[in-house]
């Protein structure tokens, strides 16, 4: 399978708990993106990354939230001092612009990470 | 503000019944729409995108901007498309997605 691979797909911690994600984009894909998605509503975005840098981040990462894609290929998502509010469905997705071309294809979504907060 | 509403949460159809689900959505620029679907078990992937102005697996939707819409059709449903369908907006520079909360498609048989 050469789509976006996320790991682990279900993470269970206890409050206060620090957490890492990992996602690991379609190769030739330039932009990793992460979203969150809790029950009943559709993922929303957290942040994304051109190549290794992060271009942009939602309002909805705290502090305690940082990613990183330190050589452009994976990218971790890492939740520290973890709140029940904090469970919810972690959703990757990779996608290729060619921005001198004026070309962003559509974004690969991976399976997720479903991280539960005790 | 950008905002992608699907009013209706859960729709059901019998098999063979034409499908309407609702996208309305609110963008001051230029908008890139998507209908994104996910099946029972399998990760959230592309249907359609506006742009593309095609038919995937018999759906179709048009981008009405006087009414800012894109609703999703099919003329004739099939139980194979039951899934979750989430509408979706692409803004700020092609970067990121604003999701709808998605609806429910349940074809009874």
């Known amino acids: 399978d050469t789509g976006v691979s996320q790991d682990p797909r279900h993470k269970i911690t206890k409050r206060g708990q620090n957490v890492t994600f990992r996602c690991d984009p379609i190769?030739?894909?330039?932009?990793l993106y992460w979203y969150r998605q809790t029950l009943g509503q559709g993922p929303e975005f957290l942040t994304y990354f051109q190549n290794e840098a992060q271009l942009e981040k939602s309002r909805l990462l705290s502090d305690r939230f940082s990613a990183e894609r330190p050589k452009g290929s994976f990218s971790t998502l890492e939740i520290q001092r973890t709140e029940q509010g904090d469970s919810a469905m972690y959703l990757c997705a990779s996608s290729l612009a060619l921005l001198g071309r004026g070309y962003i294809n559509e974004q690969y979504f991976g399976p997720g990470t479903r991280l539960t907060v005790t | 503000a950008q905002r992608v509403t699907q009013p209706e949460k859960l729709l059901s159809v019998f098999k063979g019944a034409p499908v309407e689900l609702k996208c309305n959505y609110s963008y001051s620029g230029s908008p890139e729409l998507f209908w994104y679907v996910q099946y029972s078990r399998q990760r959230l992937q592309l249907l359609l995108r506006?742009?593309s102005r095609e038919s995937i697996k018999g759906f179709t939707a048009d981008l009405n901007k006087g009414e800012t819409s894109f609703h999703l059709k099919k003329p004739f449903a099939q139980e194979e498309d039951s899934a979750m369908y989430y509408c979706a907006l692409l803004y700020s520079s092609a970067s990121k997605i604003i999701f709808g909360s998605g609806t429910r498609l349940s074809i009874r048989p």
């Open positions: 506006h742009i």
């Open positions: 190769s030739e894909h330039n932009r």
